[in-house]
């Protein structure tokens, strides 16, 4: 095909698209247009605990089983065994740690970060920062949650772990006409704290992920990932078996997301509901 014979095709095909009209794929490479970019999948999944409540207990089996489903990424920590012992069984059974989380008051426990070092951790989250209650929330209040998050960061950042923190969806109420989740954003450093966004969250607070991965570029570095059935009951459900469209949020995350991590809350706490979400989310494409 000519040059121009080329250019007559790409430009009619653009402009039939632009009219709604669309092309199927075979045509538009027959026309010498570029193939669409080649779908994505997810490379490494993680789950966090990895102890359902039906296994009562028994975390050694079920970490076993977690690694056997698939899973290769955990957020937790050890259940009385030394560091070391603990770091050994994940290593036997090929789960890595990349985070685990710490008790949070005004300040960061020392031994936390001394746990943190031992296990290798890349991150520490914390999964309630609200040492004022976050129902009734004063902007003062929300700035020395933030200051101390800052100060705890930087204290994280010294001994070679990243602060992380995790919402739920009452940050997504709005404190003096802003979102307490945004609030947090703007007051807590980029540079020494981390966000573990939880998608379920997000979305029953009734915002957009896709929207603050735009907005907040480079600030998300964990995804907590678990579905939402329907409302009005809102009820946990296995990953890819509610409403939440993890296709076009994973589409849209930014390189700076590192890690995906199935949480299983409520009913969808079984291991039955980890693998059906293994098993969803290996095969999604994106």
């Keep these: 095909m000519n040059i121009d014979r080329r250019r007559f ?17 075979d045509v538009v490479r027959a026309a010498g247009e570029a193939p669409a ?16 409540e039906d296994m009562r ?4 089996k079920s970490l076993r089983r977690m690694a056997e489903i698939g899973y290769r990424v955990l957020e937790g ?18 789960l890595k740690l990349v985070s685990s989380g710490v008790g949070f008051g005004k300040k960061l426990p020392q031994r936390w970060l001394d746990a943190a070092k031992a296990l290798h951790a890349e991150y520490g989250v914390v999964f309630s920062p609200w040492f004022h209650p976050p129902e009734k929330l004063t902007l003062d209040e929300l700035k020395e949650i933030a200051d101390a998050l800052n100060e705890a960061g ?7 772990v990243k602060l992380a923190f995790h919402n739920h969806y009452q940050e997504f109420r709005p404190l003096d006409g802003k979102p307490i989740f945004d609030r947090l954003l703007d007051l807590t450093q980029p ?3 981390s966000v573990e966004m939880d998608l379920c969250w997000v979305v029953r607070g009734g915002a957009d992920p896709v929207d603050y991965f735009k907005r907040y570029p480079g600030r998300f570095e964990l995804l907590h990932v678990k579905d939402l059935g329907k409302a009005p009951d809102y009820e946990m ?11 076009r949020i994973f589409a849209a995350c930014p390189a700076s997301v590192k890690h995906f991590i199935v949480e299983l809350e409520g ?3 079984t291991m039955k509901a980890a693998e059906e979400s293994h098993r969803y989310l290996s095969g999604l494409k994106f």
């Design 154 to 160: 930087r204290q994280a950042k010294a001994a070679g």
């Design 57 to 60: 207990g028994d975390w050694r």
């Design 37 to 52: 970019p080649e779908k994505r999948s997810l490379q490494e999944i993680g789950i966090i605990g990895g102890v359902p």
């Design 191 to 193: 540079d020494l704290v």
């Design 77 to 94: 920590g050890p259940r009385r065994q030394s560091p070391g012992d603990f770091l050994k069984f994940l290593e036997e059974i090929k």
């Design 267 to 269: 009913k969808a706490n």
């Design 9 to 25: 095709l790409q430009a009619g095909l653009a402009a039939a698209a632009a009219c709604g009209l669309g092309q199927r794929l």
């Design 237 to 247: 459900v296995p990953v890819g078996a509610g409403t939440i469209d993890f296709a």
